[in-house]
């Protein structure tokens, strides 16, 4: 039993809860989350070894063998206590009715102590089960939210990378395109080089033949398709060069959202199973002071509703383009093929013509020939006439010479002479008609000479603009490219 007025050993003036263990595990326990303490200081009395004085007075009576009110004036240890067998019956310090009293007050203030830490416990327990309530409550509004930010962060996620997939689809689908529009183009150079060549071929033609033909106008009309188709081509080629780089900015900034989403969703995902008993869990001085957000939920929700609204902006023009190149393409290759069949068709008609007109020359030129050789027989036979009327007319003349010695009388005009001397003058004028008839007939073989001369020459020309549009011109139009060639599927 103590002593009235000595100090009372008590540990604790409230019930102390069980602290859990301030330090997690050595194996989950980050080195940034040592030396940690919570960021409010504790009371003072909470720091100290607890001591009655903290909640209530300590008794500093020490009670004497004098009266009540004078020993709480001097310290006993002034008192000297008289001696027993000097004690008086008016020496007595208390009377019954004050003794009486004594206990009577002091098992009130008893009663009134007891009930006072009656109630205080009451409201200690209420005060504890309240706030553990609040605690739990805040703890499981966090855990809830946490809960509803990892679904919306899941949703925008999915978002994200669905039309992350099909931005990656319509992007691969547009390089697919770009590499058909330079297969394309590409094609259209070797038609162009070979209608160059044609036209540089047709310019070899000789003579007459050398004209501004049906063949040559659409050569020309050739060129300028194709050029316009290059055009054409390299303007969509462009389009799509720009559009796939609008294509990878939007790419990149739904990966780089999906990436900070997927970050998020991780973090926030540990947040919502972290509890009271995970490991990793420690005091962090002055964070929830800390305040680096830079967006609030509509914000962060417009932000990536935007780049999903620019991402399928992106898709519909790159989509829309797609189907413009594919349009194009189908356009220039069926108005290159046009041409170009257009172009062989003359070419086959000025050919028709020129072995046409070829084979009328050649005709000409073996009639022409066959006339020569016929003019060429007339001209010896005349010659030979001519040669065998010298005989006569020698004959004629000495016949005449001699009849001119006949002497006197006999020198008579009679019928034999007037037939001698008409018989010279016929002869005469016969050998004058047929050298005037060889004269002619060697004009006519000249004249025959020159045509087959320039049958000949137009021969060999038209010869040389066959040879031309048909093996060179036509020989090198076999290898124009297919359709499928022309759109860029090969």
């Known amino acids: 039993m103590e002593v009235v007025g000595s100090t009372l050993l008590g540990t604790h003036a409230y019930p102390r809860l069980t602290p859990t263990s301030f330090l997690p595990a050595i194996s989950t326990t980050a080195s940034s989350y040592t030396n940690r303490s919570p960021y409010y200081p504790l009371p003072e009395c909470f720091r100290k070894p607890w001591m009655p004085s903290a909640y209530y007075m300590t008794a500093a009576t020490h009670p004497t063998l004098g009266p009540f009110s004078g020993s709480t004036q001097e310290p006993t240890s002034s008192i000297k206590l008289p001696s027993v067998s000097n004690r008086t019956p008016l020496f007595t310090r208390y009377t019954p009715d004050d003794w009486h009293r004594s206990n009577v007050s002091k098992c009130s203030e008893s009663q009134t102590s007891r009930q006072n830490s009656e109630c205080l416990r009451v409201d200690t327990s209420r005060l504890i089960h309240d706030k553990y309530q609040q605690t739990r409550k805040a703890q499981t509004e966090s855990t809830k939210f946490l809960g509803v930010r990892v679904n919306d962060i899941e949703f925008w996620k999915s978002e994200l990378c669905r039309e992350l997939d099909e931005m990656i689809h319509e992007t691969s ?49 050739e060129m300028d398709v194709i050029r316009s188709c290059q055009e054409r081509i390299q303007c969509y080629l462009d389009k799509a060069k720009a559009q796939l780089e609008s294509n990878r900015a939007a790419q990149h900034k739904v990966e780089q959202d999906l990436a900070d989403k997927q970050m998020a969703h991780r973090i926030d995902d540990k947040c919502h199973h972290l509890r009271n008993t995970s490991d990793g869990i420690s005091y962090f001085r002055g964070v929830e002071r800390v305040d680096a957000t830079i967006s609030v939920p509509d914000s962060w929700a417009k932000f990536t509703d935007n780049n999903i609204l620019c991402s399928q902006s992106k898709r519909a023009a790159s989509a829309k383009l797609r189907s413009e190149i594919e349009n194009v393409l189908g356009v220039t290759a069926k108005e290159m093929w046009n041409q170009f069949n257009a172009v062989n068709v003359a070419f086959t008609n000025r050919i028709a013509e020129t072995a046409d007109a070829k084979s009328r020359i050649q005709t000409h030129l073996a009639k022409t020939l066959q006339e020569i050789f016929q003019i060429e027989m007339s001209i010896e036979e005349l010659r030979k006439a001519i040669r065998e009327k010298a005989p006569p007319f020698k004959v004629a003349q000495t016949r005449l010479d001699e009849r001119t010695r006949r002497p006197n009388i006999e020198l008579c005009r009679d019928r034999v002479q007037l037939r001698l001397v008409n018989e010279v003058h016929e002869l005469d004028e016969t050998i004058q008609s047929l050298q005037q008839r060889l004269k002619d007939t060697e004009d006519t073989l000249q004249t025959l000479v020159r045509a087959k001369a320039v049958l000949q020459h137009d021969l060999a020309v038209k010869a040389n603009s066959f040879f031309i549009d048909q093996e060179k011109c036509m020989g090198m139009r076999k290898s124009f490219p297919s359709t499928a060639r022309l759109v860029g599927f090969v």
């Open 173 to 221: 689908a547009l390089t697919d395109m770009k590499r058909r529009l330079e297969r394309a183009l590409a094609e259209t150079e070797a038609p162009l080089q070979v209608a160059q060549e044609c036209l540089l071929h047709r310019d070899k033609r000789m003579g007459i033949d050398l004209v501004h033909d049906e063949v040559e106008k659409q050569l020309l009309r």
